[in-house]
């Protein structure tokens, strides 16, 4: 079966920490990833995509940034946290066009 | 404009009612179409695809009407189980790959 995990599933970080989340998935090579936040009460905010290793993607300038280093490794990072990167953190594959997007199961995170 | 968009409710209904939710999108060039859930605190599951032909999974009633660029979901003789938010998303083809694109989703309650 196609898995995707990411981790971990809830953080708390003060302002300007770093911040490294990864996502792995298993089942499937060559996938699409997306990363994805959700604020509260909000829809689906699409951050990075990346159709292959080291291509990536940004939908949103900011202060996050995105690596693909292995194929089915993708990590959402960031230098220096700020209030407003409080949100539920979701990453994605699919096939390709014309499939569904499958998700893990995502990090909360707060920062303080 | 947004991508999609869709009527956020909320909808409280009583069990056994039928309750339709739609959705509109506004890139004609997109090619795949689904519905999914998502409960509080969760990720989003795929619900259904959609097709133009319309399909049936159940008591779930999809159509998409490519012309109006619409597409719609129909629950029939609702279940507590069904409360959730219901999130309309297209897929749309990039340069690279393909973009998922969700609406902030529509809430239902079914009440006992």
């Known amino acids: 079966s196609q898995t995707i995990h990411q981790w971990p599933a809830t953080l708390v970080q003060p302002v300007g920490s770093p911040l490294s989340l990864e996502c792995t998935v298993e089942g499937t090579s060559n996938p699409n990833l997306y990363w994805y936040r959700q604020a509260a009460g909000r829809g689906l905010q699409l951050l990075f995509y990346s159709v292959g290793i080291g291509q990536i993607s940004s939908e949103v300038p900011q202060n996050l940034s995105a690596s693909r280093p292995q194929d089915r490794q993708f990590i959402l990072s960031s230098k220096k946290l700020l209030l407003s990167d409080s949100g539920f953190y979701l990453c994605?594959?699919?096939?390709?066009?014309?499939?569904?997007?499958?998700f893990g199961q995502g990090t909360r995170l707060t920062v303080v | 404009r947004k991508e999609v968009e869709q009527d956020p409710g909320p909808f409280n209904v009583p069990e056994g009612a039928t309750v339709a939710f739609n959705c509109t999108y506004s890139?004609?060039?997109?090619?795949?179409f689904f519905w999914y859930r998502q409960d509080c605190r969760k990720e989003p599951k795929l619900l259904m695809s959609v097709y133009s032909s319309g399909n049936e999974d159940g008591r779930f009633t999809a159509q998409l009407n490519r012309a109006s660029q619409y597409i719609s979901l129909l629950i029939r003789d609702s279940k507590l189980s069904d409360s959730a938010t219901y999130l309309c998303v297209v897929s749309t083809p990039t340069g690279a790959g393909n973009q998922f694109y969700f609406g902030t989703g529509t809430s239902l309650t079914v009440i006992p």
């Open positions: 994605a594959r699919s096939r390709g066009l014309n499939t569904e997007a499958f």
């Open positions: 890139n004609s060039a997109s090619q795949s």
